[in-house]
């Protein structure tokens, strides 16, 4: 049994999530390859399993990725498939980001076998504390192995299908205003040191500084944040969405001194459900 593992990540907590998920493999049973500025040409030939990998944007895939998924080719047998997605919170509600991408990899003959999904941090919206960001990755690192060996035993796992999902999903894309008008609108102020991070990491290209050195934002930006969370002097401003901007990668380490937790309230039941659903599912596993 041959996977191929197809993921994107924009600051990367997918990409942690794939790394931890593909050594779970042994020497040649996977191949992971990260779509990027559309650079793939898709070849299922030589694998019997498909894996898709992203983080949830407004309750949708990244267009980045349903790009990518339309681009597969229909399958002459069926073929397994599994989808992985990371998101900053727990609701049951971003269950429907993958219902697009299942219904065009269903019509080139994929079947859905095992779906999860993954709490990490923010990349937007909020920054969590070092805390809850060090909980999930503690959770994530025990409850990834015991997904991969679902999929490889053919132990089927599905989320909870939520109606009218694929319209909510529709009326929530972010990407689809967000990177063609708000795209346009990101700055960057005096902080800049020109190190052109930036332009090099953008998944889609959407960076481009003139030789005088100003920036140019285009219309393709698929709001990853890449580009503002990654940038070394928080230089970069998020049009209509700086408010929510989050700048920094997050290390993942116990906090040594007290942090202030401004958003005490936000989502705590599904948090709480969330980490106690893992805890189970890992206690059961640890024989
Ligand atoms: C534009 C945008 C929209 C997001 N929407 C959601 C969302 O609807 N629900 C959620 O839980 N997290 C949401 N997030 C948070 C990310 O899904 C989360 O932080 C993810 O782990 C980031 O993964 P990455 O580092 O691989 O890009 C959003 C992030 C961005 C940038």
């Known amino acids: 049994m041959k996977t191929l593992l197809c ?11 794939v790394d931890k998920f593909a050594k779970c493999y042994n020497d040649g049973e996977i191949e992971v390859v990260k779509i990027e500025n559309n650079n793939i040409d898709m070849s299922m030939e030589g694998y019997d399993v498909l894996g898709i990998a992203y983080p949830i944007h407004a309750f949708n895939a990244p267009s980045i990725v349903v790009d990518f998924v339309k681009k597969i080719k229909k399958q002459a047998e069926k073929k397994k498939l599994f989808i992985i997605k ?3 919170e727990p609701l049951a509600l971003n269950n429907i980001s993958s219902y697009k991408i299942r219904a065009l990899l269903k019509k080139r003959n ?3 076998t095992n779906e999860y999904h993954i709490v990490m941090p923010y990349n937007m ?7 809850m960001a060090y909980r999930m990755w503690q959770t994530a690192e025990k409850i990834i192995p015991i997904y991969q060996k679902e999929i490889v035993d053919g132990k089927s796992s599905k989320l909870k299908h939520i109606f009218m999902g694929g319209f909510i999903a529709w009326l929530f894309r972010i990407e689809f205003w967000g990177g063609r008008f708000n795209g346009k609108k990101y700055k960057v102020n005096d902080k800049c ?4 991070k930036c332009a090099r990491m953008c ?3 959407n960076i481009e500084i003139d030789e005088n050195g100003k920036f140019h934002f285009g219309n393709k930006c698929i709001m990853c944040m890449r580009c503002s969370f990654h940038c070394p002097t928080n230089a970069i401003k998020i049009g209509w969405f700086e408010k929510w901007k989050v700048w920094g990668a997050y290390h993942f380490q116990k906090p040594t001194e007290p ?6 309230r936000y989502c705590k039941n599904s948090y709480k459900k969330y980490f106690a659903r893992c805890e ?8």
């Open 110 to 112: 994929f079947v859905l």
């Open 259 to 264: 942090e202030e937790n401004r958003h005490k």
């Open 86 to 88: 990371t998101s900053g």
């Open 193 to 196: 040191i020109h190190c052109k």
């Open 7 to 17: 993921y994107f990540s924009g600051t990367g907590n997918t990409k942690k999530v």
């Open 280 to 287: 189970k599912k890992i206690k059961e596993n640890e024989i």
């Open 203 to 205: 998944p889609v290209g």
């Open 125 to 131: 919206i909020f920054r969590h504390t070092d805390e």
